[in-house]
Protein backbone atom coordinates (compact mmCIF):
# COMPACT_ATOMS: atom_id res chain seq x y z
CA UNK A 1 0.00 0.00 0.00
CA UNK A 2 1.34 3.38 -1.27
CA UNK A 3 1.44 6.32 1.48
CA UNK A 4 2.58 9.48 2.54
CA UNK A 5 2.95 10.32 5.83
CA UNK A 6 3.56 14.09 7.27
CA UNK A 7 4.85 14.76 10.41
CA UNK A 8 6.45 17.14 12.66
CA UNK A 9 3.52 19.68 13.49
CA UNK A 10 2.33 22.16 16.03
CA UNK A 11 1.77 24.88 18.00
CA UNK A 12 4.52 27.71 17.67
CA UNK A 13 4.95 31.28 18.23
CA UNK A 14 4.97 34.11 16.05
CA UNK A 15 8.65 33.86 14.68
CA UNK A 16 9.21 30.53 15.36
CA UNK A 17 10.21 27.57 13.63
CA UNK A 18 9.36 23.89 12.69
CA UNK A 19 10.11 21.06 10.37
CA UNK A 20 7.99 18.97 8.57
CA UNK A 21 8.51 15.56 7.41
CA UNK A 22 6.82 13.74 4.53
CA UNK A 23 7.53 9.67 4.54
CA UNK A 24 6.76 7.40 1.82
CA UNK A 25 6.12 3.77 2.60
CA UNK A 26 4.89 0.96 -0.14
CA UNK A 27 7.07 3.03 -2.76
CA UNK A 28 10.31 4.81 -3.47
CA UNK A 29 10.08 8.62 -3.57
CA UNK A 30 13.25 8.54 -6.44
CA UNK A 31 10.80 8.94 -8.56
CA UNK A 32 8.37 11.34 -7.58
CA UNK A 33 8.12 14.81 -7.31
CA UNK A 34 6.71 16.61 -3.88
CA UNK A 35 4.54 18.92 -3.39
CA UNK A 36 3.69 20.91 -0.35
CA UNK A 37 0.00 22.31 -0.04
CA UNK A 38 -1.73 24.16 3.07
CA UNK A 39 -5.45 24.72 3.70
CA UNK A 40 -6.38 27.17 6.51
CA UNK A 41 -10.28 26.51 7.39
CA UNK A 42 -12.71 28.36 4.86
CA UNK A 43 -9.76 28.88 2.70
CA UNK A 44 -9.00 26.80 -0.76
CA UNK A 45 -5.98 24.88 -0.79
CA UNK A 46 -2.87 26.75 -1.13
CA UNK A 47 0.41 25.18 -3.33
CA UNK A 48 3.54 26.11 -1.09
CA UNK A 49 6.55 24.29 -2.51
CA UNK A 50 7.62 21.50 -5.21
CA UNK A 51 10.68 19.40 -5.08
CA UNK A 52 11.73 17.41 -8.25
CA UNK A 53 12.62 14.12 -7.51
CA UNK A 54 16.58 14.63 -7.22
CA UNK A 55 15.80 17.84 -5.83
CA UNK A 56 17.94 19.77 -8.36
CA UNK A 57 14.94 22.47 -8.51
CA UNK A 58 12.95 23.88 -6.15
CA UNK A 59 9.88 26.43 -6.39
CA UNK A 60 8.26 28.15 -3.77
CA UNK A 61 4.51 30.22 -3.33
CA UNK A 62 5.57 33.97 -3.25
CA UNK A 63 3.93 33.42 0.34
CA UNK A 64 6.68 31.72 1.87
CA UNK A 65 9.67 32.70 -0.47
CA UNK A 66 12.67 33.28 1.89
CA UNK A 67 11.08 31.48 4.62
CA UNK A 68 10.33 28.48 4.12
CA UNK A 69 13.00 25.51 2.25
CA UNK A 70 12.05 22.70 1.14
CA UNK A 71 14.94 19.54 1.00
CA UNK A 72 15.23 15.68 0.21
CA UNK A 73 16.75 12.57 1.28
CA UNK A 74 16.15 9.87 -0.97
CA UNK A 75 18.20 7.52 1.21
CA UNK A 76 15.22 8.05 3.90
CA UNK A 77 12.68 7.95 1.71
CA UNK A 78 11.76 11.49 3.14
CA UNK A 79 11.00 14.55 2.38
CA UNK A 80 11.37 18.05 4.79
CA UNK A 81 9.98 21.59 4.97
CA UNK A 82 11.83 23.48 6.99
CA UNK A 83 9.23 26.88 8.04
CA UNK A 84 11.35 29.79 9.67
CA UNK A 85 10.25 33.41 10.83
CA UNK A 86 6.41 31.48 11.02
CA UNK A 87 3.43 33.81 11.06
CA UNK A 88 -0.36 33.62 12.23
CA UNK A 89 -1.65 33.23 8.46
CA UNK A 90 0.62 30.28 8.01
CA UNK A 91 -1.74 29.16 10.44
CA UNK A 92 -3.38 25.43 8.51
CA UNK A 93 -3.37 22.12 7.75
CA UNK A 94 0.14 20.99 5.85
CA UNK A 95 -0.39 18.03 3.56
CA UNK A 96 2.24 16.53 0.98
CA UNK A 97 1.68 14.93 -2.38
CA UNK A 98 3.62 13.22 -4.73
CA UNK A 99 3.72 13.09 -8.90
CA UNK A 100 5.26 11.30 -10.99
CA UNK A 101 5.63 15.27 -13.36
CA UNK A 102 8.48 17.75 -13.97
CA UNK A 103 7.36 21.04 -13.70
CA UNK A 104 9.03 24.54 -13.64
CA UNK A 105 6.64 25.26 -10.55
CA UNK A 106 3.83 24.55 -8.06
CA UNK A 107 2.13 22.14 -10.22
CA UNK A 108 -1.96 22.19 -9.32
CA UNK A 109 -2.95 20.14 -6.84
CA UNK A 110 -4.95 17.98 -8.64
CA UNK A 111 -1.75 16.36 -11.01
CA UNK A 112 -0.54 14.40 -7.81
CA UNK A 113 -0.89 10.77 -7.13
CA UNK A 114 -0.71 10.33 -3.99
CA UNK A 115 -1.76 12.25 -0.22
CA UNK A 116 -0.73 12.26 3.16
CA UNK A 117 -3.57 13.19 6.12
CA UNK A 118 -2.09 16.18 6.68
CA UNK A 119 -0.63 17.49 9.61
CA UNK A 120 -1.77 20.79 11.90
CA UNK A 121 0.35 23.88 12.08
CA UNK A 122 -0.61 26.92 14.45
CA UNK A 123 1.19 30.05 15.04
CA UNK A 124 -0.42 31.75 17.39
CA UNK A 125 0.94 33.73 20.70
Known amino acids: QKQLVESGGGLVQPGGSLTLSCAASGFTLDYYAIGWFRQAPGKEREGVSYIRSSGERTYYADSVKGRFTVTRDNAKNTVYLQMNSLKPEDTAVYYC??????????????????WGQGTQVTVSS
Open 97 to 114: AATELVAAGILPWDEYDY
